[in-house]
């Protein structure tokens, strides 16, 4: 059961103002759910089916008290989703400003560059998930990581990956001080076939959707890689495309 | 100038019943609709703004007679759209039964079992544009790549593929009786990094976005692929991106 207050409450989440404020976000769906059950993160509240507290029981009374649990029937549930088609359990979970809470199992860092589409966004985080990349540095203008359609496309990577959103140039300055090499997705760059990548710290930039990487990070960049247009065809690949490839081919030297 | 009675005559083109029914697609912004002047494809109708007119006009003459070109203004050219900013031009184009149209760089075929975004979708197309992989099988219940964020998200590459919807059993068994290899990307299959891909005709099949390859056609698959998880945590890459790491790991062996 559910009170008509509390209903209301968590109706305003769906506005992302108010996720910010409350320094909160919010995970919908019984795949993700299951993940934030099993990640470190805080669960604040929950509202779900009868059906699927009973089936997650044990793991929700080991992680979220019984007074932060709500059963709700599904038009509750259809007032505070965001969904088409609401499923099942809703979730509001603490932001964790997760710096260096996990452990990469390969040594490279991914730098995005206001990326924009939050599907892609999402794509990406997913991907470092597969690939063992743990950190994921941001430019202030990418799109945040807690929007929900964000949340969705990482598919529980949100919970596995330091994000951090900072101003590039400093960041990038920092790495060239410790020697890091700066990778840069480029038109005009080393062909990545014939590139022999470092097996020591690294750091990877991943440009804007349409205009690509800004001039001042560019500038900052020690390797120009290219992905070669076999095609001679379309202008470049998607982003998340992009660094799909690149992290397969860095995460070749932890491939054993 | 355009009439009141032509604006309604493609304002509904909005819904996709009526472009089936007259076998045309939308094209929308100016970064498509001048792949579209540069395509193969038979351009029904044009509405823009003068400006573009005025930019694209020797493009325009070329390839589309005058009765066809539509000086709109810019609340009309909100009426017939689709998208939420409607970006200067709007087109009707003809669908192209391009069967075999294209020459591909590359020996791969790319099969599509029941992809449902979209974007991936698009993407997909994009990446295949990119690598010079021109023939794409889809199941007949993959998304049409006459849908509007397909042909947006394909970012041209539509204009450059030969998309066929074909029931994928019997297609495979015509590859498996010509000794095509048919290569799928599966949790448990052999690990990319250490597999030697052939230069002569292959298949590669991508599976949906949830359900990945459907058991029957996972029957019909010879080569198992797969991308290692080394980071032991996502239940499994993106379509797209899975898609885009196989055709690059492809493209090796046209890389020059």
């Known amino acids: 059961m559910i009170s008509k207050n509390k209903l209301k409450e968590f109706s305003k989440y769906k506005t992302s103002k108010f996720c910010?404020?409350?320094?909160?976000?919010?995970?919908?769906?019984?795949?993700?759910a299951?993940?934030?059950?099993?990640?470190?993160?805080?669960i604040v509240a929950i509202c779900a089916l009868e059906s699927w507290f009973v089936e997650y029981r044990t793991l929700i009374r080991k992680k979220v008290s019984p007074e932060n649990t709500f059963e709700v029937t599904t038009a509750e549930l259809e007032r505070i989703s965001t969904l088409k088609t609401p499923n099942q359990v809703w979730?509001?979970?603490?932001?964790?400003s997760n710096n260096e809470?996990?452990?990469?199992?390969?040594?490279?860092t991914i730098v995005l560059d206001k990326i924009q589409d939050p599907g892609n966004?999402?794509?990406?985080?997913?991907?470092?998930?597969?690939?063992g990349i743990r950190n994921i540095v941001c430019s202030p203008d990418t799109v945040s990581c807690y929007n929900s359609k964000v949340v969705q496309a990482s598919m529980g990577g949100i919970f596995r990956t330091n994000i951090n959103y900072t101003p590039l140039l400093p960041f990038l300055d920092s790495c060239t001080n410790n020697n890091t090499p700066i990778y840069g997705a480029l038109l005009d760059g080393e062909n990545i076939y014939n590139t022999q990548l470092p097996a020591s710290n690294a750091v990877l930039v991943i440009g804007n959707e349409s205009k690509g990487i800004s001039d001042e990070v560019i500038a900052k960049i020690t390797?120009?890689?290219?992905?070669?247009n076999i095609g001679r065809s379309c202008e470049s690949l998607n982003a998340s495309v992009a660094n799909g490839i690149i992290c397969y081919e860095f995460a070749r030297l932890n491939n054993k």
Chains 1, 2 share one sequence.
């Open 101 to 108: 809470a996990f452990q990469s199992e390969t040594n490279l």
């Open 34 to 42: 299951a993940e934030a059950l099993q990640s470190e993160f805080e």
């Open 20 to 32: 910010d404020e409350d320094n909160v976000f919010v995970v919908e769906g019984t795949k993700i």
């Open 121 to 131: 966004l999402g794509t990406i985080i997913r991907t470092c998930d597969w690939f």
């Open 223 to 228: 390797n120009r890689l290219t992905i070669p």
């Open 91 to 96: 979730m509001l979970i603490k932001r964790q």
